[in-house]
């Protein structure tokens, strides 16, 4: 069974960073890409970002230039690095696993709130 565990979310003041990380277990199949959505109360889970698994990388334009996404093949481990933070990034973050036929996995979601 897959297993998604994501780690780093919090509380964290407009301009500052939180690092984001998602381990997955018990892949059995071949991934596409892993990346990051987001969802706040009442509006669509969007993405912020995903990586393939060689490497290239996709992002949210809301977000471009202020995180970075990467990733540990050997591990099946995705991370996101989130720097310049604003309250708009408020959200619960939610990472995924895609795999070749385009199923999807997700994690259990971490908040992030920015806040002063």
């Known amino acids: 069974q897959v297993q998604l565990v994501e780690s780093g979310g919090g509380l964290v003041q407009p301009g500052g960073s939180l690092a984001l990380s998602c381990e997955a277990s018990g892949i059995t199949f071949t991934i596409y890409n892993m990346g990051w959505y987001r969802q706040v109360p009442g509006k669509q889970r969007e993405l912020v970002a995903y990586?393939?698994?060689?490497?290239?990388?996709n992002y949210a334009d809301s977000v471009k230039g202020r995180f970075t996404i990467s990733r540990d093949n050997a591990k099946n481990t995705v991370f996101l690095q989130m720097n310049s933070l604003k309250p708009e990034d408020t959200a619960v973050y939610y990472c995924?696993?895609?795999?070749?036929?385009?199923?999807?996995?997700w994690g259990q979601g971490t908040q992030v709130t920015v806040s002063s």
């Open positions: 995924y696993v895609r795999a070749l036929d385009l199923s999807i996995q």
């Open positions: 990586i393939t698994s060689g490497r290239m990388t």
